[in-house]
């Protein structure tokens, strides 16, 4: 299904009369209709950040394998291996695992810690998936799910039978330079440990992760991450593919209140579509204070007269490259910015997140047509995908608009989550027109945001772009 467009009759609309026109676009988003149950999934060895995707998996297998252990590791995994446990989810009535994870016993030995991606879709699609725990000792058994922190990434889980001897939590940072290791079940290797040093809290990641310099693969998510004395600091979340021993820890500050609110199996309590309202409004609240919490003055930069929003947001990322122009006789220089974090709402689904591209591009001799084809050319760069059965597609709305300095075409797309009401997906594209010989081609994509929240980004993302001559 091609997407909505709706061409605005007027030459030149100002931005208010644009971000009205946004209404429509939200309204067409939502005859997609809802979400179908998922199908049969093939096997994976992980869900979410820590997966083998771009490594080389023999080599890892075989490293992990022949690894020799230091006399601390060995310690280590001995006093915890009674107290990590393998979580496997199924689909339906499937005997062979869909996703699998790591936990790990606290507080009185009965409630398990984990990932909230690692648990993501038994908890989205409570008819379809099942959980189940696989012990040291071979012992398995069904678990349910108690709480979620999607912004951290968190989750408890329980079995009505088991009980496993805890480990202690400590809630303070470890010092950079510290000793530290992470356990869990890397790639249905097994039970296994890595060794490393944590390096402090990451200084530009919006939510709280430590650095680990220690291997975290797939399937080690939801494990413990134990400093020297055995105790938990943190949990075993993500590792950056393609880069060497760069992996990372959620603080165990998180877990008291998690802890806190883990009463009884969240299924019980709640429909499948109180859950995922559940998951959605807490993606609005971390968005209400990541993606919306403006700076004192929204921050720009002036690139050959055209002024552009960098800082739109307080955590907002910027770089400036010059780069190749799409033909040899055309200048570019690109200013890229975003926020460095976004939130796993399930699997292959990362909401909460903000980017934007601001192109400049000059003409070295090309007749203005030809700079025009290659501006056009530019600007239709295919808008991010989704998978259908995650996303609606999107309705768009074109129009000429007035702007600071300058006339722009602008084209404002957005898509809404079929599994999150009230989640959505913004795409505007803002091409300049008034010069022969120079241009801005800049976009701003929102991905996973509250329709108001992202209409007021939009407005301080148009009302910052300027041109002065």
Known sequence: MEPTSFIMPEPRLKIARLIAALWLCGSATVLAGPAKDPPAPAEV????TAD??????AAVDADIASQELSGDA??????????????????????????????????DGRRIVTNYHVVAQAVLYPRQYRLEYLASDGRTGPLQVLAIDVRNDLAVVAAETLELPPLKLRTGIPAQGERTWSIGFPLNLGLAITEGVA???????????????????GGMSGGPALDTRGHVYGVNVSVVTGRQLVGFVVPAMHIPALLARAKEPLDQTLSAQQLRSRVTAQVLAYE?????????????????????PTQISRHVECSTVDERGPH?????????????????????????????????????????????????RLAEVPRRTGAPAHVAPFACSDALVSLDGFDARISTCVRQYRLFAGLY??????????????ALVSRLALQGVGFEAGRRIMERYLGALQWTP
């Not at 060895?45 to 979410?48: A, C, E, F, R, S």
């Not at 209400?288 to 552009?308: C, F, H, M, N, S």
């Not at 689904?349 to 591209?357: E, T, W």
Request: aromatic share 6%.
């Open 45 to 48: 060895p992980d869900v979410g």
């Open 52 to 57: 083998a995707a771009g490594v080389d998996a």
């Open 74 to 107: 060995r310690i280590r995994l001995a006093a915890a291996r009674d107290s990590v446990v393998q979580i496997r989810g199924f689909f339906d009535q499937s005997a062979s695992s869909a996703f699998h994870g790591s936990g790990f016993a606290v507080d």
């Open 199 to 217: 390096n402090g809290l990451v200084e530009s990641s919006v939510a709280q992760r430590i650095h680990y310099t220690g291997a975290i693969n």
């Open 288 to 308: 209400a204070e990541v993606l919306e919490a403006a700076p004192d003055a929204t921050r720009t930069q002036v690139v050959r007269g055209y002024t552009v």
């Open 328 to 376: 040899v006789r055309v200048r570019m220089e690109t200013v890229s910015c975003w926020i460095p974090a976004s939130i796993t709402a399930q699997a292959g689904v990362s909401v909460a997140g903000l980017s934007m591209q601001h192109r400049i591009l000059q003409s070295m001799g090309l007749h203005p047509l030809q700079f025009e084809r290659q501006v056009n």
């Open 425 to 438: 997906d913004f795409d505007v594209t803002v091409v300049g027109i008034d010069d022969t010989t120079q």
